[in-house]
């Protein structure tokens, strides 16, 4: 579970510690903002139609060197629907850098009595500051790069655990971090449920053709930004395990119930990998969701969740792995599904999401249900990003067809591209295959002060005639901290190969959510 955490449900026969006769109250922000950009913070309540209130005010106290507070909301208004939500735009001295911290403060009256909370009302969470780090410089990038994130969830996945925010929220709060596009990728259990009822589900499909129409929209009033329409379908694997895939671009929607916990010990997946995948036209997108994350017992037992395995993957229609998905835990063990798979010959693409919407700046989900809520700064929105090169403008057709090519780095932080020249002088892009002969591999990599000095830079062939993957050429010198680029010779008739570079950064505690490294992966080039 890793969304806003939901308060209200609750099993018959037994009471739940975190339920409250009030509507939830949550406080965001961006864990980091680009420069220039007036630090955006959302207010969001929910069910307030079961539970109405009176907001009173909101104001921020924001502590760097200095303390200062400002006053976002202050003229009374009476709530009582299920969703009520407001993004306040707050101006920061030119001087205030770095760490800064927050606390937004909310007075309301329910039921008659005044009530103050700070960051959020949830009980068993520590109301901390949200931690904000604003940048001295835009995120690493390199010419035709954009960033998204490709695995996160809005208001349509909405259930007895977990929510997340309205997509107009979305699109507000991943800009001011940097971010060009995202795709929505609610859950198919959420997706088919009346937008009133979560326990059962709607044969008109009200909520999802809701969320279609308004990604149309959206798209249309914002020209530099893109929503990608997804889905993270439910469906089961080898083993009859349910696992998660994400389906981008579909025109219909997918049902996939065996995990949605609608009815309990009903775990049977709708469809298996293969027959979603057959449902899928060419413009479709199909990327096996974080695939080696470990799968929690409670969920195992009562939802028949499990992992995806290497025959799961061997699908001639997957397109690729999501293996880094907000969290460090699985990551390594999907990257080494992936590596292996493209030394047995597949042509599969890594790309990168959250598994988070709404956790902006911290994780607050339900851990027991009924009993915890857990809090840390995992699967945070736009921590791990997708960077795609385009040749043309940012556009959902641009974007999706550069994706259906592998065209695409995953990274953490700093950027790494790589082409292939051939004897003729033309080029390959990462994801494309060289079929004449290749004469040079071009590097090229960036960081910033933010995400540290450049530290490694490593091109990988893998040869696909032994099956085994090797380091080609690096370099940990560097004349310019924080820029390389190289042109390589490649050797000629070295047989059929692949090459993908990397890219790492020093390690630096500057963000209030420190990675453990700082790193950036290329999707590879093919070699004939």
């Known amino acids: 579970f890793f969304l806003y955490a939901e308060i209200h449900y609750h099993f018959k026969i037994a009471p739940s510690l975190l339920y409250r006769r009030q509507p939830e109250i949550v406080a965001d922000a961006p864990h980091r903002l680009e420069p220039g950009q007036p630090l955006p913070i959302l207010l969001l309540i929910k069910d307030a139609h079961l539970f109405p209130i009176e907001l009173l005010a909101a104001e921020i106290e924001i502590s760097s060197t200095q303390t200062f507070r400002y006053q976002l909301f202050g003229a009374a208004e009476h709530l009582t629907t299920p969703w009520w939500w407001r993004i306040f735009y707050v101006s920061l001295p030119a001087d205030v850098r770095g760490h800064i911290k927050a606390n937004v403060i909310i007075d309301y009256r329910s039921r008659g009595k005044t009530h103050r909370c700070c960051n959020d009302n949830y009980r068993g969470t520590h109301h901390a500051p949200l931690e904000i780090f604003l940048a001295e410089a835009p995120l690493p990038t390199l010419p035709g790069f954009y960033h998204g994130d490709l695995h996160c969830h809005t208001n349509a996945t909405s259930d007895q ?7 107009p929220a979305v699109l507000a709060l991943a800009r001011a971090q940097g971010i060009s596009f995202f795709a929505a990728t609610d859950h198919s259990y959420d997706l088919d449920d009346f937008p009133d009822d979560y326990l059962h589900n709607d044969p008109e499909l009200r909520k999802w053709h809701a969320l279609q129409d308004e990604i149309h929209r959206l798209n249309a009033q914002h020209r530099d930004f893109v929503i990608i329409p997804g889905e993270e379908v439910s469906c089961g694997n080898t083993s009859g395990e ?15 119930r065996g995990d949605g916990g609608e009815k309990w ?3 049977r997946p709708d469809h298996t990998i293969a027959e979603v995948l057959a449902m899928l ?9 974080h695939p080696s ?41 999907g990257f080494a599904q992936w590596r292996r798979l493209l030394l047995e010959g597949r042509k599969l693409f890594a790309i990168a999401g959250n598994d988070a919407h709404g956790n902006f700046n911290r994780y607050r989900q339900v851990a027991w249900p009924c009993l915890t809520i857990a809090e840390n700064h ?3 929105f736009g921590c791990r990003r997708t960077a795609v090169k385009l040749r043309d403008q940012l556009e959902l057709h641009s974007l999706l067809a550069a994706l259906h090519n592998g065209c695409a780095t995953i990274t953490n932080g700093p950027m790494v591209d790589l082409q292939v020249e051939n004897v003729n002088g033309s080029f390959a892009q990462v994801g494309e295959t060289m079929i004449e002969s290749a004469t040079h591999a071009i590097i090229a990599a960036t960081s910033t002060a933010e995400f540290g000095k450049l530290e490694r830079v490593i091109l990988w062939r893998g040869d696909l005639v032994n099956q085994r993957e090797e380091v080609w050429f690096e370099c940990a010198h560097f004349s310019q901290p924080y820029e390389y680029h190289a042109k390589l010779p490649l050797p000629r008739a070295a047989g059929q190969y692949y090459l993908r570079a990397q890219v790492n950064s020093s390690p630096h505690v500057l963000l209030a959510t420190a990675q453990q490294t700082w790193v950036g992966l290329t999707n590879p080039v093919w070699v004939a």
């Open 161 to 167: 655990v977990e929510y997340g925010a309205p997509l």
């Open 378 to 380: 995992e699967h945070l």
């Open 265 to 267: 010990l009903h775990t």
């Open 281 to 289: 036209g060419p413009q479709d997108l199909a990327f096996a969701a």
């Open 293 to 333: 994350a470990p799968v929690p017992t409670l969920e195992r037992l009562l939802l028949g969740r499990g992992n995806w395995s290497l025959v799961d993957m061997a699908h001639a229609r997957l397109n690729g792995l999501q293996f880094w998905n907000g969290k460090t835990a699985g990551e390594q063990e």
């Open 242 to 256: 349910n696992v998660h895939f994400l389906v981008l671009n579909h025109p219909h929607f997918i049902r996939g």
